[in-house]
């Protein structure tokens, strides 16, 4: 078992990137990653990587789940991005569609953003 500090840059890019909402890969990245932790870095990780980003362990499976969130408002506030254009699509978007009473087809909203 190793540190966190002892993972290799690339797994350490690995654990930082994962997000369930934007990458099809994070539980397999997860499950190469996380055994090689010890005990106190893999609470660490989960308390400051996995729960803000609604990730959990399920004991009972032994696999990591994701619990979506509702909303762009919800994903909004759980995403940290450094792409200043995606973000501002993105909060374009969701004004759009909070001043929208009735629903909205996806090639009107594409057009609005």
Known sequence: MAHIF???HYDIYRL????????DDWRQNLC???PKLDKESQNSVFRQLLVPRGIMYDKTSKKFLAQRPI??????????SSNDKVMMMANHMLKFLKAT???VSILELADKI
Not at 16 to 23: R, T, V
Not at 71 to 79: G, I
Request: glycine share 4%; no cysteine.
């Open 71 to 80: 909303s762009l408002s919800d994903t909004l506030a759980l995403t940290s």
């Open 6 to 8: 002892d993972l290799s």
């Open 16 to 23: 930082q990137s994962i997000d369930p909402i934007f990458s």
């Open 32 to 34: 190469d990653i996380f």
């Open 101 to 103: 009473t009735q629903g």
